[in-house]
């Protein structure tokens, strides 16, 4: 096995508590399909998503009890059933940010199944979306990931892949929410995301635990046990932690039996073979008081000597080899004589953030698209990226240092509109199909489209004359 990497500790420092009043930046709370705000019963406000996605159509679930249901779930958007295509939201986001990305599906009867399908932030391929067994236990799913901002619009998608099953993808609700700069800042967003595998309050016997306890809504899942649970005789106020975690957390407790390690079998699931950022969180329960224990992960010794105090602690690792069954082992260490415990966890799984299409040839055909009406409802998001779900028409080159836009089919799509000259920008196209379609006005200047091989303009309104610069692109075959 490959040693574990990287291990690093983390004090708690001292810091004012900043009062938490709604959430900070850039924060979208969308009831999807739903035709006017709602309130729910933490008092938090959901939008009507309509202004940030094109497609797809809004359906309200046909259930016996409506009342009884979380607000949101009651109405859902859903997608046609198009394989190979992505249906994007749009939201504006702080290109220096890192966002907390929650979408909850809600399919309302477990027969006909429900649909399976992809979820895509920006050219990233963050997971598959199967709610088959919440469907069947009644339940909606909820999926949370850690994404960067790429820049100043964030998509989030549901991609149809025809793999899974042959009905279009839904949604219930998205939340993405601004993260403050310390959270989760020891991952290197530059290169990966995370998915949420648990997120755990030791000892808690209560409901799980969410905004406003906690400023960007996390949940906090309580994890009782009666023969290990206690509660705090104090309250751990003064302490601020880098991942900003809610001070409730620190009221409950596992507590080892005396001079007894206390094992663990968290997260509850089978993980697979690969790596994981683990932050555990710790305070003494007794007021100051402090007591020293070993932290071990299977059978890897994650941090020596960890002297917990009243005003406690978290220990993390960025990049951490977890496969299977996890224990997490705290072992008394001297000078102790009080036994171990632990408070709060989090495990999220590590993924490659996805590469993007070349800049410029994006911004071109986001003004070719401005420039056209009746587009396809798929042209949202990265043209090219991730892989298999390119915009209709747009055929890419993944291969090189730079992504880009290698042939345009946009003939018979019904497109009216006029051509932006911005199409001479993307100076990779071998091959460009404007045919039979209802586009007016004149022919841009090609000519510096020098590897364009095609070019197929026929049976559409558009007037003046062929440009002659065309008969300098030495490539050009077909016109
Ligand atoms: C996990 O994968 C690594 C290679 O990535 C391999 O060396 C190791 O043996 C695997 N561990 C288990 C438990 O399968
Ligand atoms: C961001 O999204 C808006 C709305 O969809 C769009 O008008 C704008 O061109 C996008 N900006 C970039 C840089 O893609
Ligand atoms: C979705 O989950 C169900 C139940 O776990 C499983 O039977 C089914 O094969 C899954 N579908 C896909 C496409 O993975
Ligand atoms: C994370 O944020 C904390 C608090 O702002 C800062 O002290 C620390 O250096 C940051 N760590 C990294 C790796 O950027
Ligand atoms: C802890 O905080 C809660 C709410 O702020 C308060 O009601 C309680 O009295 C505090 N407990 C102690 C021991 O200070
Ligand atoms: C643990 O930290 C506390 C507070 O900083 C200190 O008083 C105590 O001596 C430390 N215990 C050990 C074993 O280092
Ligand atoms: C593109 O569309 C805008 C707005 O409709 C229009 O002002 C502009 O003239 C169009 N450009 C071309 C080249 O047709
Ligand atoms: C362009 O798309 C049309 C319709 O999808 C298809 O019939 C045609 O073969 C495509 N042309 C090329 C060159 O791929
Ligand atoms: C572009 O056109 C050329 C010549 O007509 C053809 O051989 C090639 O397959 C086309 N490439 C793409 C990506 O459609
Ligand atoms: C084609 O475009 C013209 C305006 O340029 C418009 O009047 C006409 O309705 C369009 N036809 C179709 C079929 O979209
Ligand atoms: C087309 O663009 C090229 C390169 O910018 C330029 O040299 C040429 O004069 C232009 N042709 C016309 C007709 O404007
Ligand atoms: C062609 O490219 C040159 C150099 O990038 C640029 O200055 C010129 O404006 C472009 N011409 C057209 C018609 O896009």
């Given at each position: 096995m490959r040693p574990p990497l990287p291990l690093l500790l983390l004090a708690a420092v001292l810091l004012p508590l900043a009062a938490a009043q709604g959430f900070r930046g850039f924060s979208y709370l969308l009831d999807c399909g739903a035709s006017a705000r709602t309130t729910d019963s933490r008092g938090l406000r959901w939008d009507p998503d309509a202004p940030y996605v094109s497609a797809g159509t809004s359906r309200v679930l046909d259930l016996p009890l409506p009342g009884l249901l979380d607000p949101t779930l009651a109405t859902l958007r859903s997608f046609p059933h198009r394989p190979g295509a992505k249906f994007c939201y749009t939201l504006s986001v702080d290109p220096n940010r890192r966002y907390l990305v929650r979408p909850t599906f809600f399919y309302g009867a477990p027969s006909p199944p429900p649909p399976v399908f992809d979820l895509l932030v920006d050219g990233t391929f963050w997971t598959a979306v199967n709610t088959t067994d919440d469907a069947l236990a009644g339940a909606a799913s909820s999926y949370e990931g850690v994404f960067p901002a790429r820049g100043r619009n964030m998509s989030f998608c549901l991609g149809v892949n025809k793999e899974y099953t042959d009905t279009g993808p839904f949604i219930s609700a998205l939340q993405v929410i601004q993260l403050d700069d310390?959270?989760?800042?020891?991952?290197?967003?530059r290169t990966s995301a995370m998915g949420l595998i648990a997120r755990t309050k030791f000892?808690?016997?209560?409901?799980v635990e969410r905004y406003p306890d906690d400023s960007f809504d996390r949940y906090w899942e309580p994890l009782p046990d009666s023969k290990h649970s206690v509660s705090s005789t104090?309250?751990?106020?003064s302490a601020d932690f880098w991942n900003l975690?809610?001070?409730?957390?620190?009221?409950t407790a596992f507590v080892a039996e005396q001079d007894a390690p206390l094992v663990l079998q968290w997260p509850p699931m089978p993980l697979r073979n690969d790596s994981y950022y683990v932050a555990l969180y710790f305070a003494d329960t007794l007021p100051e008081n402090s007591r020293t224990f070993d932290v071990y992960i299977n059978d890897y010794l994650f941090h020596k000597g960890l002297n917990v105090t009243s005003s406690g602690l978290s220990v993390f690792a960025t990049q951490w080899i977890l496969s299977g069954l996890t224990s997490v082992i705290l072992t008394p260490a001297s000078p102790s004589v009080l036994p171990p415990l632990i408070n709060a966890g989090e495990v999220f799984g590590l993924f490659p953030l996805g590469r993007l299409t070349h800049t410029r040839d994006a911004l071109a055909l986001e003004s070719i698209k401005k420039n056209l009406t009746n587009v396809p409802e798929d042209w949202n998001g990265d043209p090219c990226m991730p892989s298999g779900y390119s915009w209709t028409g747009v055929t890419c080159d993944e291969k090189g240092p730079k992504i880009r836009?290698?042939?345009?089919?946009?003939?018979?799509?019904?497109l009216s509109g006029s051509l932006s000259p911005d199409i001479a920008k993307m100076t990779a196209l071998t091959n460009i199909s404007f045919a039979n379609n209802n586009i007016s006005g004149p022919i841009p200047n090609l000519s510096n489209l020098s590897k364009l091989q095609q070019l197929h303009l026929q049976d559409n309104k558009l007037f003046g004359s062929v440009p002659q610069s065309l008969g300098t692109i030495k490539t050009l075959r077909e016109l």
């Open positions: 310390p959270v989760y800042n020891a991952t290197d967003f000892g808690s016997t209560g409901s104090h309250n751990v106020t975690p809610p001070p409730d957390v620190f009221n836009v290698l042939s345009l089919n946009f003939s018979s799509m019904g």
